[in-house]
């Protein structure tokens, strides 16, 4: 009885290891083909993209600070805009064509900060400086007093109305955070080394957006419809001063502004 034991058992060991074998091989062979892109993550990426629009939207409106950086076309002209913007208003720079000028946004209140050149565009207008002179050497003259002073912008002003919204959180990110068409998913992505999924309209042609994977679903990269450019964000929640300028730094154009 007992060799007939001893076999029995040996049969049974043998039938075990081989059944471990091939699941432990099974299990490896899978593993990669089985890997969640969502592991790990905050989960939108599982959502439907309109789900998705509508959460990132959601956590962007719900923070208060952010900076943009990239370029919008409207009207035909396209800007570059390096802006921290918060409920208050936002600073940074705006690029038109080869000119560069600081924008200032405090509630209601919007102030532009230029060098000569850009100031010396608005010639032919008397009342520029505090309303010295006429053309020629009196408008370089001008310019010169404008330069790097933060000039209040006109509420009624053409410039006023077409700088503010760069300076607006809730009227950009409303803007710029829809996309157009039908909505669908476009795979996972990276941006600035996290994990995002992207959305798109139209399969792209109505633009895409890249929410991020970690923490909030915020958006990380936004394309626009239409080649209409191209901006990234961050330091969501990061807060930065914002204040008037001092009256010593402050000037009135007294006019209306540099169409350029």
């Known amino acids: 009885m007992t060799p007939i034991s001893q076999g029995r058992s040996r049969t049974a060991a043998l039938a075990r290891a081989v059944c471990v074998l091939l699941v432990t091989g099974m299990t490896l062979t899978g593993c990669s083909e089985e890997v969640d892109p969502n592991e790990g993550t905050n989960g939108v990426g599982r959502l439907t993209a309109a789900e998705i629009q509508k959460r990132t939207l959601a956590a962007a409106t719900s923070v208060e600070t952010v900076?943009?950086?990239?370029?919008?076309?409207?009207?035909?002209?396209?800007?570059?805009?390096?802006?921290?913007?918060?409920?208050?208003?936002?600073?940074?720079?705006?690029?038109?064509?080869?000119?560069?000028?600081?924008?200032?946004?405090?509630?209601?209140?919007?102030?532009?900060?230029?060098?000569?050149?850009?100031?010396?565009?608005?010639?032919?207008?008397?009342?520029?400086?505090?309303?010295?002179?006429?053309?020629?050497?009196?408008?370089?003259?001008?310019?010169?007093?404008?330069?790097?002073?933060?000039?209040?912008?006109?509420?009624?002003?053409?410039?006023?109305?077409?700088?503010?919204?760069?300076?607006?959180?809730?009227?950009?990110?409303?803007?710029?955070?829809?996309?157009?068409?039908?909505?669908?998913?476009?795979?996972?992505?990276?941006?600035?080394?996290?994990?995002?999924?992207?959305?798109?309209?139209?399969?792209?042609s109505g633009g895409t957006l890249d929410v991020s994977l970690e923490g909030k679903p915020y958006p990380l990269r936004l394309v626009r419809a239409g080649e209409a450019g191209t901006l990234t964000f961050s330091a969501w929640g990061s807060d930065f001063a914002l204040e008037k300028p001092a009256q010593s730094e402050t000037l009135d154009y007294g006019g209306q502004l540099p169409a350029s």
């Open 67 to 204: 900076r943009l950086h990239g370029s919008v076309v409207t009207s035909g002209s396209t800007y570059k805009l390096d802006m921290r913007l918060k409920p208050e208003g936002g600073i940074g720079s705006v690029t038109a064509g080869e000119q560069t000028f600081r924008l200032l946004k405090v509630d209601d209140e919007l102030f532009l900060k230029a060098d000569a050149e850009f100031w010396a565009n608005g010639k032919g207008d008397k009342n520029a400086a505090e309303g010295e002179g006429e053309g020629g050497a009196s408008d370089t003259a001008a310019a010169g007093k404008l330069a790097e002073k933060y000039v209040k912008v006109p509420a009624g002003d053409p410039s006023y109305k077409k700088f503010i919204g760069f300076a607006d959180k809730d009227v950009l990110l409303g803007a710029l955070l829809t996309l157009h068409g039908k909505l669908a998913t476009d795979g996972h992505h990276e941006q600035g080394g996290v994990r995002c999924i992207r959305i798109a309209g139209d399969q792209g």
